[in-house]
C-alpha cells in the first residue's frame, strides 16, 4: 500500500456512476416491483453502501477508511432500457474514495443483475466510472464531455 501517514486530513468526496440495460419487461418489473426475489433496487442501495464499506477487503493494496457518508441513487431510463446507479461517498481522511464510490456503484449493478437474471440474462452492466472527486493535495476534478464519450 501506498504510504499516506504525510498526507493532511482533508474532507473527500467522490461520485461514481454506471448503468445495466436490460429487456423492457425487466425493466418495468423493477420499477413495478414485481420482481421475484423482491425490492430489487431497495436490495441493490444495501448492496452498494456495504461494497462500498468493504471496498478494501475486495481491492488489493486499497486502504481501509471510516466513511462518513454513502448515498446510492437508482435512476429508472425506460428510453434506454437501463438503470443507472450513481454513489457517493465521503470520509475525512488522507487518501480519496474514489474507489469505494466505483465499487459501490459496481455492486449496486451486479445486484440487480442478481435479482432478474432469471427472466433476463442478456442484461448488460456498462459505462461504470469516476464523475468526479475533491479533497486530498489534487483538489477537485470532475470528468470532462469529451472523457464521457470515451
Known amino acids: 500500500m501506498v504510504d499516506v501517514a504525510s ?3 482533508t474532507h473527500r468526496v467522490a461520485r461514481a456512476s454506471g448503468r445495466i ?4 419487461d425487466t425493466l418495468q418489473r423493477i420499477a413495478e416491483g414485481t420482481a421475484k426475489k423482491g425490492d430489487v433496487l431497495g436490495i441493490a442501495r444495501i448492496a452498494a453502501i456495504q461494497a462500498a464499506k468493504r471496498t478494501s477487503d475486495l481491492i488489493p ?6 466513511l462518513t457518508k454513502v448515498a446510492v441513487e437508482f435512476k429508472l431510463l ?3 432500457r437501463a438503470v443507472e446507479c450513481a454513489a457517493t461517498v465521503e470520509t475525512v481522511g488522507r487518501t480519496g ?3 469505494e464510490a466505483l465499487t459501490a456503484v459496481a455492486a ?3 445486484t440487480i443483475y442478481d435479482m432478474c437474471k432469471a427472466v ?3 442484461m448488460t452492466i456498462e459505462s ?3 464523475l468526479e472527486k475533491s479533497g486530498g493535495r489534487s483538489g477537485l476534478w470532475r470528468r470532462t464531455a469529451e472523457a464521457a464519450r470515451l
Open 61 to 66: 493494496l486499497c486502504h481501509p477508511l471510516a
Open 78 to 80: 425506460p428510453k434506454s
Open 7 to 9: 498526507k493532511n486530513e
Open 21 to 24: 440495460t436490460m429487456l423492457p
Open 120 to 122: 433476463d440474462r442478456a
Open 128 to 130: 461504470i466510472g469516476l
Open 97 to 99: 474514495v474514489e474507489m
Open 108 to 110: 449496486g449493478l451486479l
